[in-house]
Nanobody, 117 residues
């Protein structure tokens, strides 16, 4: 298991930006894939963006062009830069890590993002 600690959530106005961070307890260069998921009230958890240890990235259609996922192996941390935020982006954002393709995922505790005027 990998322990994950998210930070960076908060309240932002529509059109604003936030950067989320997720620090892992193990070297992320040895983790197959990490990502960000979100869950809005009354909705299922959904994938937002993922990044592999080969720097392959994948985004949900709803955030493509607005969000950017990145990682810093020296800090064992991944980031989610969120720009042009919309009220529909309001959710609890969770960090996720899979050490191998068949390992059950580890989850962080979540960080709240609220987009409202």
């Amino acid at each position: 298991q990998v322990q994950l600690v998210e930070s960076g959530g908060g309240l932002v106005q529509p059109g604003g930006s936030l950067r989320l961070s997720c620090e892992a307890s193990k070297s992320i260069s040895r983790i197959f894939v990490m990502g960000w998921y979100r869950q809005a009230p009354g909705k299922q958890r959904e994938m937002v963006a993922t990044i592999t240890n080969g720097d392959g990235v994948n985004y949900a259609d709803s955030v493509q062009g607005r969000f950017t996922i990145s990682r810093d192996s020296a800090k064992d941390t991944i980031y989610l830069q969120m720009n042009s935020l919309e009220p529909a982006d309001t959710a609890v954002y969770y960090c996720n890590a899979k050490r191998t393709p068949v390992t059950p995922p580890s989850w962080g505790q979540g960080t709240q993002v609220t987009v409202s005027s």
